[in-house]
């Protein structure tokens, strides 16, 4: 079998020629900043020196999922996500869920079988995920999935979300009711998003989903066009609505795979395919989050350590983990 990338495939690993156990990240922090040999990885970096379009981002992503087209299975349904969020599973009858970047599947598939009751809106910037993900689901033979997944096109980073998740009256209003902040409503003519559900076309909108996940897909946006992308997943959330969150840590074995020429800011890289890689540390997803508006319920970092039986070869992956719940009542500046 390959080396792990994913952590689904971890635990698969782990029963075949792979042992795993956790470790502390200040460990490994303290081997990698005191290691004369990675200081490329810590050195400051100049700004705006590689900004690639939005578009030129989302036709990397594009090409990406055009590429492993024929296989559909890159990335693994991320059977663990439950566990982490067991929140997903335990609300109430006809919860909704907004995917941001659900690439072609893997995290949509488990929350639609563990909850046969969830709604499922699923948004990326590439159509050929949207598709994937559609075949996926399909085949999946999960009870009324079809009806209850909706995917549609969209690059949150730079448009936002469509008006029919929270319509700009809908807004308005919560926001006087709730004394929300008001996040600059859009208007339903600033970008042809796809019509809404069917479900929901007698309606004005949906009214906010209840959770946001947002999972291995903000690592994939540029460093400069992530708060606006959070303020975007906190203006489709309903009061008291929370933030799933799961990505790539600091000092992630797959950022010191990455070469200096690869690096295109502070922590951030791009592979060679175009497609890019954030790793967070606890203090700048905090900042973010927090920055945005967010109150943060769970933050951490998941250090999972496999060595190969057979080579004694030693993987150290780093991901984070963090829940974050939009005020019931937020107070703006
Ligand atoms: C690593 S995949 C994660 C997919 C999925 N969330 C999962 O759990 O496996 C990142 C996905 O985010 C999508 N993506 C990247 N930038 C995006 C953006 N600005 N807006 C919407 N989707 C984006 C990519 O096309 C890709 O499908």
């Known amino acids: ?71 559909g299975k890159f990335f693994k349904e991320r059977r663990y996500l439950l566990k982490e969020f067991p929140e997903l599973a335990s609300c109430g009858e006809c919860s909704t869920v907004l995917e941001v970047g659900c690439g072609n599947g893997s995290t949509a598939l488990p929350i639609l079988r563990g909850n046969k009751s969830i709604s499922l809106y699923a948004c990326d910037c590439s159509k050929e995920a949207l598709e994937r993900a559609k075949e996926n689901i399909e085949a999946a033979n999960i009870i009324l999935a079809k009806e209850r997944f909706y995917p549609f096109q969209c690059d949150f980073s730079v448009s936002g979300f469509p008006n029919w998740l929270v319509c700009t009256s809908c807004c308005e209003s919560l926001s006087r009711k709730q004394n929300m902040r008001s996040l600059d409503a859009k208007s339903c003519s600033k970008q042809d998003f796809p019509d809404p559900p069917i479900s929901t076309k007698n309606d004005s909108c949906i009214g906010g989903v209840d959770f946001v996940t947002l999972i291995f897909t903000l690592s994939a946006v540029p460093l400069h066009r992530m ?62 989050f927090c920055g945005t508006g967010f109150t943060e319920l769970e933050l951490e970092y998941c250090c999972v350590q496999s060595v190969n039986r057979r080579n004694g070869k030693i993987m150290r992956r780093v991901w984070i983990h963090g829940k974050f719940q939009k005020p019931h009542v937020y107070v703006g500046s």
């Open 227 to 288: 708060s606006r992308a959070i303020a975007e997943c906190f203006s489709v959330l309903k009061p008291g609505g929370l933030l799933l969150f799961r990505d790539y840590g600091l000092y992630d074995m797959t950022m010191l795979r990455f070469e200096p020429e690869q690096r295109v800011g502070y922590r951030e890289y791009m592979r060679s395919d175009g497609t890019r890689s954030y790793f967070f540390c606890l203090d700048s997803v905090r900042n973010l």
């Open 1 to 71: 079998m390959m080396e792990p990338r994913e952590e689904g495939e971890i635990i698969k690993a782990a029963a075949e020629n792979y042992y795993s156990k956790d470790f502390e990240w200040d460990q490994l922090r303290h081997e990698i900043e005191n290691d004369p040999s990675l200081v490329h990885y810590l050195l400051p970096f100049p700004q705006n020196q590689h900004t690639l379009s939005s578009s030129e981002d989302s036709e990397a992503w594009n090409n990406f999922h055009t590429r492993h087209n024929s296989t």
